[in-house]
């Protein structure tokens, strides 16, 4: 069974950091193309960065500069560093392969 679970997430102050893990069972990330989206309270599934096989990488405008993407394929794992955190950055986190999500995890950012 393909199965995605994240975790890392928290609540952080604004310029915060939070470091999120994505732990992949059930198949090898290795050669696929992951992805982190969000989803805000009361708002749509939004793209926040994807990784490809090679390492390449793409973000959302609005995380560009703050966010990093990265992946272990030893461990078959998948992160996102997010950095200098805005209150507009609250939402599930939920990491992503083609049309599989985990149940993601929280990030909330309030003083």
């Known amino acids: 069974e393909v199965q995605l679970v994240e975790s890392g997430g928290g609540l952080v102050q604004p310029g915060g950091s939070l470091r999120l893990s994505c732990a992949a069972s059930?198949?090898?990330?290795?050669?696929?193309?992951m992805a982190w989206y969000r989803q805000a309270p009361g708002k749509g599934l939004e793209w926040v960065s994807t990784?490809?096989?090679?390492?390449?990488?793409t973000y959302a405008d609005s995380v560009k500069g703050r966010f990093i993407i990265s992946r272990d394929n030893a461990k078959n794992m998948l992160y996102l560093q997010l950095t200098s955190l805005k209150t507009e950055d609250t939402a599930m986190y939920y990491c992503?392969?083609?049309?599989?999500r985990g149940q993601g995890t929280q990030v909330t950012v309030s003083s």
């Open positions: 059930g198949f090898t990330i290795r050669g696929y193309v």
């Open positions: 990784i490809n096989s090679g390492g390449g990488t």
């Open positions: 992503a392969q083609a049309s599989t």
